[in-house]
């Protein structure tokens, strides 16, 4: 398994402090939260985003995700979401990313009307990502959050550039059972976003372990030879303990739930 953590959880530090705190705290990766409060965006120039990777490769630790804002089932002309695509997956090349996030947003839309729209831009967005070495990950998240969802869009598309990004506690939430998640999703897998939580009804991000989410069954899954990221959402929650100082419990926590033997 190789751990990621998402900029969410330190929002707006800069490129330098981050990669030191992945690479100080036993992270291999990064989840790039990819708007403009942060230092690397869509609309950064090209001497930042080759100044970002020089400071990740000095620091020996990968980008693994543009986590854009893009919502692929959401009303409105196709045109605004596939430029917005475009622009990420041009971010997401020039950093080495191998990754795109994007979310569903399809609202309170008949679920047929959502899939559709979404199924329509992902398949038009999917050969320019490709082009570009990058994979769309749609996220089990708002309209599409149980696993059975995200599968079903990514395979009406039908295409290896798009996948699904598993979020556990929106397929918790949505009452689906950690075994049929990773069911649906396996075939369309990028990797799994954890994180903890205090209740169904509070969402306030807490210290891996100490909340309420099944990450063990979750990572019980066939999944622990993949990446795993920590989305600590402390940009939502300001009032949440500080990202940094959980950092290697953290580590040792997601380690030992895939231990040998567990």
Excluded: N
């Excluded at 990754?99 to 009307?113: C, L, S």
């Excluded at 009032?239 to 030992?256: K, M, T």
């Amino acid at each position: 398994m190789k751990l990621a953590f998402s900029t969410l959880g330190v929002p707006g530090l800069p490129i330098a402090d981050v990669v030191r705190l992945a690479a100080g705290h036993g992270y291999q990766g990064v989840e790039l939260r990819a708007h403009p409060e942060e230092a690397v965006h869509p609309g950064s120039t090209a001497d930042e985003r080759a100044a970002a990777v020089a400071e990740f490769t000095r620091g020996g630790v990968e980008i693994l995700t543009v986590a854009g804002y893009a919502r692929v089932a959401a009303e409105g002309e196709d045109v605004p979401v596939l430029e917005e695509i475009a622009a990420l997956a041009r971010l997401a090349h020039d950093l080495g990313a191998p990754h795109v996030r994007v979310f569903p947003g399809g609202g309170g839309q008949d679920p047929a009307t959502a899939d559709a729209t979404a199924v329509r831009r992902l398949a038009a967005a999917a050969p320019y990502a490709a082009g570009l070495g990058v994979r769309l990950l749609l996220e089990t998240h708002d309209s599409h959050r149980a696993g059975a969802d995200a599968a079903r869009v990514a395979g009406a598309v039908g295409h290896d550039a798009v996948g699904a990004l598993w979020d556990v506690m929106h397929t918790w939430l949505a009452g689906e059972d950690p075994a049929a998640s990773h069911a649906a999703l396996a075939p369309y897998l990028g990797y799994v976003q954890v994180k903890d939580i205090a209740s169904a009804e509070d969402t306030t991000p807490v210290a891996l372990g100490a909340g309420v989410l099944p990450l063990a069954a979750c990572l019980a899954t066939p999944v622990s030879d993949g990446w795993v990221c920590w989305e600590y959402e402390k940009r939502w929650h300001p009032g949440a303990a500080e990202l940094p100082g959980l950092l290697d419990a953290g580590r040792d926590h997601l380690l030992g739930l895939v231990a040998p033997g567990r």
